[in-house]
């Protein structure tokens, strides 16, 4: 399975770069599924082919976390699954329409990838309310600036607030840490203000942003992370269309009917989500950097 996982990194290299050292975490507590246990290959980026380095690794499902691209290596189990929104074909739904017009006030930003404490401020009542008892909370404002400011690659933090009262910037109410990459912006890590009476949909909001961001600049794909099927807080990212998932032979698009039974099963199961399993939270977060000391794979 590494092999060829190698050659399908190898087919994507186009950068003259040296071929990475990868490693493997020690097993946890998966932060999806209750009762599973997780491990991920992951390999360093750095030096002035990071991105390069990053943007192929994108292509087989990896993600990045800092200054380490990772991703799933569970041997057991295959439910997390890299999914990107075809971004110049998405055509909104009648939801997702009602939800661009009711923030299409909001002042977006693309800003330098700099912590501020009225980001940290945001992701905290964020996580106490969506991810309560998870692998974040006990982050304090250096761990969000080091989440933040520690990136080898082309980062930006895409800011949304309410509108300026003409003396002064509006409420921020929602950020996004976001990669852009070659053939499409990667949405690390997104958190808004999740107890806000008069705007829904926010973080949806933030997705619908980021496609027509890609749209306007000619990227072709927004990579969300990983969709995990039995998961009820991954299933947010079925909703857009058309949607591709990276197979054993590579990325394939959704049937249209497979997921239209996917987003209807979605949206009659909202209002059971259980509870988050402890540690859990967005792609790559749970369990810190810590968690990449480990051995090595490569027989070096």
């Known amino acids: ?32 599924l209750p009762g599973r246990n997780e491990r991920k290959v992951f ?8 991105d390069a380095l990053n943007d192929a690794l994108s292509r087989i499902g990896f993600r990045r976390s800092q200054t380490v691209a990772y991703r799933p290596s569970c041997g057991d189990c295959q439910a997390c699954v890299s999914v990107r929104v075809v971004a110049d074909e998405f055509r909104p739904s009648s939801t997702q329409r009602r939800t661009l017009r009711n923030n299409a006030d909001l002042v977006i930003s693309e800003c330098r990838p700099w912590a501020t404490s009225e980001q940290f401020e945001l992701l905290q ?24 400011e520690h990136t080898p690659v082309t980062s930006h933090v895409i800011e949304y607030r309410e509108p300026s009262d003409g003396r002064e ?13 070659s053939d499409g ?32 600049v000619g990227l072709p794909y927004v990579y969300l992370g990983y969709w995990v099927d039995g998961s009820a807080r991954m299933q947010y990212k079925i909703r857009y269309r058309p949607l591709e998932r990276l197979a054993v032979s590579g990325w394939e698009r959704f049937e249209t009917d497979e997921q239209g ?39 070096a």
């Open 169 to 181: 910037p509006g409420r921020l109410i929602g950020a996004c840490l976001t990669d852009r990459q």
């Open 185 to 216: 912006l990667s949405m690390i890590y997104s958190f808004y203000d999740p107890d806000h009476e008069a705007r829904t949909g926010l973080g949806n909001f933030i997705i619908l942003d980021h496609i027509r961001r890609a749209v306007e």
């Open 1 to 32: 399975m590494w092999q060829h996982r190698n050659k399908d990194f190898a087919s994507h290299v186009t950068a003259p770069i040296r071929f990475p050292r990868f490693y493997v975490t020690s097993p946890a507590p998966c932060p999806y």
């Open 261 to 299: 039974r996917l987003i209807a099963a979605t949206a009659a199961s909202r209002r059971e989500v259980a509870a988050a399993v402890d540690g859990s939270g967005k792609d790559g977060v749970p369990g810190g950097q810590d968690q990449y000391q480990v051995r090595d794979m490569s027989g």
């Open 43 to 50: 390999t360093e980026l750095r030096g002035g082919n990071a």
């Open 125 to 148: 009542r964020y996580l106490g309310a969506r991810h309560p008892g998870g692998g974040m909370a006990s982050m304090d404002e250096v761990d969000f600036a080091d989440m933040v």
